[in-house]
Every structure is written in structure tokens, then in C-alpha cells.
């Protein structure tokens, strides 16, 4: 239900910390599922062949997750950073306007990176969630 609305607006910082709050437990459910071997725990009595295709289909949706956490992560440095300076800003020093002007663009990018990694993968449209 977040994934519409972080991706028309940037701006909605709690969201998109959320977002990733819940990718990652929906991270550690599915590692919860499968064991460290990379065997599905659910599957006895599958035949072989798709018990590989169950295995493949799991670790891309991990490493999904786990690229859109650090994303996210990242993301969220950036406004945890921004969050400080402002506070700060009101000094008038011109080093902290310029980290200011250049932590936004860097969100900015990294932002659009997020986006477009989810397009790209359609990790973030399908059915309009993960």
C-alpha cells in the first residue's frame, strides 16, 4: 500500500521509511521459510525440478528486497542528514548550505534509482506492491 505513494512523492519520508521496515521483515519471513541450504522447508513433495525453480524464485525475491533495503537505506541517511543540518542552518554558514544543496541532489539521484530499479524489475508494480 506505501509502494503508490513513495513513488509519486519523494517527499514522503516516513513512508518510505516504513517501506523499507517492511520489505525487510518481509525479508526475514521468507528466510524464515526457507533454510540456510536454500531448500524450501514447505516443498516434500514436490518433484525436483520444481523444487529448483521454488529455490531460484526465493533468492531473486531476497536479493530484490535486499537491493530496495539498502535503496531505502540510503535514502533515509540522506534525509536523517538533512534532518541535522537544518537544524544547524540557520548559522548562515555556507558550508552547511552547500552539504545541504548537494545531500538533496545526491537523494534526489538515489531516489530516482529506487524508482527505476523497481520499474526496471517490475519489483514495484506488480499488483502495486512487492
Not at 534526489?108 to 530499479?117: C, E, I, L, R, S
Request: hydrophobic share 35%; aromatic share 4%; proline share 2%.
Amino acid at each position: 500500500m506505501r509502494i503508490p505513494i513513495v513513488i509519486g512523492d519523494d517527499r514522503k519520508i516516513t513512508e518510505l521509511h516504513e517501506l523499507r521496515k517492511d520489505s525487510k521483515k518481509l525479508r526475514y519471513l521468507i528466510e524464515l521459510v526457507i533454510n540456510k541450504d536454500g531448500n524450501d522447508t514447505s516443498k516434500r513433495n514436490i518433484n525436483d525440478d520444481t523444487d529448483v525453480l521454488i529455490d531460484n524464485n526465493n533468492h531473486k525475491i531476497l536479493e530484490h528486497l535486499e537491493k530496495i533495503q539498502g535503496m531505502l537505506g540510503d535514502i533515509h541517511d540522506c534525509d536523517i542528514a538533512l534532518d541535522y543540518l537544518r537544524q544547524h542552518q540557520n548559522s548562515n554558514n555556507p558550508l552547511i548550505t552547500n552539504t545541504i544543496a548537494n545531500i538533496i541532489k545526491v537523494r534526489k539521484a538515489k531516489f530516482n534509482d529506487f524508482v527505476n530499479y523497481g520499474k526496471s524489475t517490475r519489483t514495484l508494480v506488480v499488483n502495486g506492491g512487492l
